[in-house]
């Protein structure tokens, strides 16, 4: 049993770096677990890149603003560059692998390659990559269950969005499948 | 608590956003603002949400300024309508001259300051740069605002609450002293009842003056001398009462060797050095002023009895210091860990800090 889980997010704006965290705060809520959700808000964001800072817990949780990290979840190159050295040793990293041009390069820590984006497009939807890499995350540390998220999701969205919802499961399981993939290889 | 439970369901939301909830549960009758980061969502949610409660009827104005609105806010609240304005620094500084006005003729509202680093138009980044401003005075004149400093979200709805009540319960004006990060970070929140505070009859208000009681004027102009001595002299026994509703909160201080003192953010941030301090086998203690006017000088001086030094943290560059000095009275050292412009101190700061104090400390006792 994971009892805590101290995440980063982050990505350019628009990949959905956000969102994704406040699901997994969300997903952790419904499931009676203590969460909470720092997003960056200033200079850093109007630049174009954004992060959140999720935290999942079991029991109280004490600073929401921390700097080393259970897991970091990167989207783009600079958050690579800035947060691979945040990561606790033997923690995990999973990058989207088409965007990262230099990959990290840590042996204490467990990195993972994720396609996300190459994904997404075989889906026809671009904006799911989030979802893979949530997905991916879940697998690898299964804090909460895939139906909470999906149930958070139906919560966030406006009923008029729900027929996205299939989209996003499939998302999520293509993100799962693909951490069993590159465990297997 | 888990009665509460029951009733409300937790939900997931930001600071402003849970704030601005909780206002209007407390069944506000009037919102005066102007939008400024990092606390625009608190007028967002009003205006978005308020035209959707038929049973509310709430005003939320955007005014043309934020000396407009507390001057609205001054006039509302002399009519007796439960008002309340929300901004973040520059904005607040804009207000001062409107406080000071309300504070003299002694009537109830509730100011939010979401705090970002300054001075000047600063950064819109957290910061814990007003607590002078909040605490004593901020504008002309001797007058204090009753201060609550939220650590949570969920403070940050429950004070909504605890602020009107004080302020109607003391004809004063009160303050929530926030920061960028806890208007921005989202947590769960089980939302104070709708229309759980009660209106207080006030008596005082200009609502039209009937038959029965002469006219109720509303000034804070006393330009005899020996009246305004007069006001002043209510206003300390005012201040004087007011000391008893002084509250604060302890983690692990039964046993503390290190005591840390810290409001806010800062103190969510100092429970974490509590817990990675402890796990080195550091007796650390935190004490945490909720209300920073009235001030836990008592408390603050009853524990430095038996603690080796104290080490306060804040958000700027050294200001609830110096009340923390006074309750010491310089029985122990205190020290001072601080950041400004927007930064904030990790948790390994911190503790770096307490560790390097200690081993200074033992080196003089040797």
Known sequence: ?185 | MEKEMKTEEPRLMKGNEALAEAAIRANIDAYFGYPITPQSEIIEYLMREVPNRKDKKTIVLQAESEVASINMVYGAAGAGARVMTSSSSPGISLMQEGISYIASAQLPCLIVNVVRGGPGLGTIQPSQGDYFQATKGGGHGDYHLIVLAPSSVQEMADFVFDAFRLAEKYRNPAMILADGALGQMMEKVILPPDGGLPKTPKPWATTGKTKDRGHNIITSLFIQPEEMEKVNLQLQKKYEEMQSEVRWEEFQTDDAEILLVAFGLSARICQKVVDLGREKGIKIGLLRPITLYPFPYKRIAELSEKVEFILDVEMNAGQMVEDVRLAVEGKVPVYFKGRMGGMISTPEEILQEVEAIHEKQNVLHD
């Open chain 1, 1 to 185: 049993m994971i009892k805590e889980q101290e995440i980063i997010i982050a990505g350019f704006g628009g990949q959905g770096v956000l969102s994704m965290g406040r699901l997994i705060a969300y997903a952790g809520m419904i499931e009676g677990k203590e969460v909470s959700w720092m997003p960056s808000y200033g200079p850093e964001m109007r630049g174009g890149t954004a992060n959140c800072i999720v935290i999942v817990s079991d029991s109280r949780i004490s600073s929401p603003i921390i700097t080393k990290f259970d897991t970091a979840i990167l989207l783009n190159q600079p958050s690579v560059d800035k947060f691979e050295k945040a990561v606790k040793p033997g923690g995990l990293l999973i990058y989207e692998q088409s965007t990262v041009i230099h990959p990290p390069t840590r042996t204490d820590i467990e990195i993972i390659p994720i396609p996300a984006i190459e994904e997404a497009d075989k889906l026809n939807a671009k904006q799911v990559a989030n979802m893979i890499m949530a997905g991916a995350f879940l697998e690898k540390k299964p804090i909460l269950k895939i139906d909470t998220l999906i149930e958070a999701l139906k919560k966030a969205l406006p009923s008029r969005r729900h027929n996205l919802i299939p989209l996003n499961e499939l998302a999520l399981n293509r993100g799962r499948e693909l951490v069993k993939q590159a465990e297997l290889a």
